[in-house]
């Protein structure tokens, strides 16, 4: 797991966190995909309360249309930047994808899977392990979740 400030990832976590806001109705957490040249491909918010879809999680909906935009469900090269730490759904997308890295800002300590709960992306027994940057504009991301819940 790698920890640190990078402006760049600092600059993609703002876009994530402006996606989330987007979405007042759902738990506030956004997700944004970047190409191999570090280009926006896709982004989402979580849609679950909008569509009834309990798979309407922010990295899933990302995830998918980065594949549709690519026209393939290899995401090779792209990284996934996420306001909250993925879910064991998420992070088993992320990995099936092919993401070759995750930034994620908040730790979700009740459902995460990328260290707080489990560590699906780091499971030696999967073929496929992204880098994983972890706490990008945390006390932001955090905040959004906590505000979302008063």
Same mark, same amino acid.
């Given at each position: 797991?790698?920890?640190?400030?990078?402006?760049?990832?600092?600059?993609?976590?703002?876009?994530?966190?402006?996606?989330?806001?987007?979405?007042?109705?759902? =738990?506030?957490?956004?997700?944004?995909?970047?190409?191999?040249?570090?280009?926006?491909?896709?982004?989402?918010?979580?849609?679950?309360?909008?569509?009834?879809?309990?798979?309407?999680?922010?990295?899933?909906?990302?995830?998918?249309?980065?594949?549709?935009?690519?026209?393939?469900?290899?995401?090779?090269?792209?990284?996934?930047?996420?306001?909250?730490?993925?879910?064991?759904?998420?992070?088993?997308?992320?990995?099936?994808?092919?993401?070759?890295?995750? =930034?994620?800002?908040?730790?979700?300590?009740?459902?995460?899977?990328?260290?707080?709960?489990?560590?699906? =992306?780091?499971?030696?027994?999967?073929?496929?392990?992204?880098?994983?940057?972890?706490?990008?504009?945390?006390?932001?991301?955090?905040?959004?979740?906590?505000?979302?819940?008063?």
């Amino acid at each position: 797991m790698s920890v640190g400030p990078s402006p760049q990832r600092e600059g993609w976590m703002r876009r994530a966190i402006e996606v989330a806001s987007a979405y007042p109705d759902d =738990v506030p957490v956004g997700a944004v995909v970047y190409g191999p040249d570090g280009a926006e491909l896709a982004a989402a918010g979580n849609e679950r309360e909008a569509t009834g879809d309990p798979t309407g999680h922010a990295e899933i909906l990302a995830l998918r249309r980065a594949a549709v935009l690519t026209g393939s469900w290899r995401l090779e090269g792209c990284t996934l930047v996420v306001t909250l730490e993925p879910c064991t759904m998420c992070a088993g997308a992320l990995v099936l994808a092919r993401v070759s890295t995750l =930034v994620f800002g908040a730790w979700e300590p009740k459902t995460g899977a990328v260290g707080s709960l489990w560590d699906v =992306v780091r499971d030696r027994r999967l073929n496929h392990r992204p880098a994983v940057y972890s706490g990008v504009l945390e006390a932001e991301c955090a905040a959004l979740v906590r505000n979302f819940f008063r």
